[in-house]
């Protein structure tokens, strides 16, 4: 499929609804074992014992929510034959809830934008990150910027 082809079918997703990702639960083992890789191994993340004291619980890494933000969208949204898709980052990130350690997150995400390139097409989506049981908003990528490669 050309580039064309591809900025085409991206294009027919701009203005439509926002499509929503499985759910990911987030076990005090992912959370933990993300704390070890990111030498974040801050209590409230970790120790169960003293969080479920002092909090009621161990609450999930922001850092974690945002890193499983690209996975969850590459599920989502429709990119037919692209060689690879290159994470550009986010225009802007923000947490508004704590994710509590054992609960699972899913997300919306919808194409707002995408411009075609020499072999490639660089998207921009617009993301909103949920609780999935009560569905309180955790965390908003304003713009995810993805690069299609054809």
């Known amino acids: 499929m050309s580039t064309v082809d591809v900025a085409s079918v991206l294009l027919d997703q701009v203005g439509k609804p926002p499509q929503r990702s499985r759910s990911v639960e987030l076990t005090q083992e992912r959370v933990t074992a993300f704390g070890v890789v990111t030498e974040d191994m801050q209590w409230i993340h970790t120790d169960p ?19 499983l933000i690209p996975g969850l969208v590459d599920e989502v949204i429709e ?5 690879r898709v290159i994470n ?12 509590p350690v054992g609960s699972a997150i899913c997300l919306d995400a919808k194409v707002i934008d995408a411009q075609p ?7 921009r989506c617009d993301v ?23």
């Not at 014992?49 to 890193?67: I, N, W, Y």
């Not at 550009?88 to 994710?99: I, N």
């Not at 390139?117 to 998207?123: E, Y």
């Open 117 to 123: 390139g020499t072999g490639r097409v660089d998207v």
């Open 49 to 67: 014992e003293r969080a479920g004291v002092e909090l009621g619980g161990t609450l999930a890494h922001g850092m974690l929510v945002a890193a």
């Open 88 to 99: 550009l980052g986010f225009d802007r990130l923000s947490f508004a809830a704590p994710v």
């Open 79 to 83: 990119a037919p034959d692209c060689d």
């Open 128 to 150: 909103t990150v949920w609780l999935d049981a009560a569905r309180p908003r955790v965390c908003a990528a304003g713009v995810l910027r993805l690069r299609f490669i054809t």
